[in-house]
């Protein structure tokens, strides 16, 4: 019962993470941080910073 407890919020988890990945790409923001993120230049995150 535990291992069916563990796994389905390992699995919930995940399913976040994917969900705000791709909320993320959609946006325009690639990484979700700019910090040492090779497409900093084209993100939209970084340009509404300058």
Do not use: F, W
């Not at 994917?18 to 900093?40: D, F």
Request: proline letters at 2%; hydrophobic letters at 35%.
């Amino acid at each position: 019962m535990a291992g069916i407890i563990i796994g389905l919020i390992i699995a919930a988890y995940t399913g976040y993470l994917v969900y705000r990945q791709v909320k993320n790409v959609k946006a325009g923001n690639y990484c979700g941080h700019c910090s040492g993120c090779p497409t900093a230049r084209s993100c939209a995150q970084y340009k509404d910073r300058n």
